[in-house]
């Protein structure tokens, strides 16, 4: 299971830089545009991604002492899913920290810890008790999701993404 987290890390990381590289190609005020989307433009998609991925990570932090999470821990807690964090460009440089530090706490995840309780409030203040891998499950699946939103509206915008599946980054080992 440690092997599939560092993977879907490392397709997190590797998705998340084509789709910055591919909405970089539009104008700024394309990449704002309220497109009708679940979270309006691509911009707000992108950002809801990157608020999920430290409320979650924040959560995380709290299960061991992940010394990969020390830079997570000193960042403030997001009010909520749609808060604003910045410029585009502003968004796209966190983003790249950010899913360093994710690939670099896949490979400190101890498989021992993936059936403990995770113990935390939702973003309203609920409490809430789930496993952990799980949870961390959840983590990936969250971005993998709301990333096929934003690529529907890059696809709308015209520019074509490519094979965004994680089969991309498992190896082939067919003889030729």
């Given amino acids: 299971m440690c092997a599939h987290i560092v993977r ?3 397709y997190n990381e590797w998705m998340n ?7 970089a190609t539009l104008p700024e005020d394309e990449i704002l545009a309220d497109k009708g989307a679940f979270f309006g433009s691509l911009y707000g998609t992108l950002n809801h991604i990157l608020l999920g991925d430290v409320i979650w990570l924040k959560r995380f932090a709290t299960m ?10 000193a960042m403030p807690q997001p009010a909520g899913f749609d808060q604003r964090s ?19 706490w896949a490979g400190e ?4 810890e993936l059936p403990r309780m995770l113990e935390h409030k939702s973003v309203a ?3 809430f008790a789930r496993e952990f891998g799980g949870s961390l499950m959840h983590f990936f699946n969250h971005q993998t999701h709301h990333r096929g939103q934003a690529t529907t509206l890059l ?22």
Avoid: C, H, K
Avoid at 17 to 23: N, V
Avoid at 68 to 73: F, K, M, N, Q
């Fill in 8 to 10: 879907m890390a490392e």
């Fill in 125 to 127: 203040g609920l409490p």
């Fill in 155 to 176: 696809s709308q915008a015209g520019i074509d993404m490519g094979p965004t599946d994680l089969v991309m980054l498992v190896p082939n080992v067919a003889q030729a």
């Fill in 17 to 23: 830089a084509r789709l910055y590289e591919a909405a």
């Fill in 109 to 112: 995840i101890d498989e021992a």
């Fill in 64 to 73: 061991a002492d992940y010394p990969a999470l020390d830079p997570v821990r």
């Fill in 86 to 104: 910045g410029s585009f460009s502003e968004l796209r440089a966190l983003r790249a920290s950010l899913d360093g530090i994710i690939r670099a």
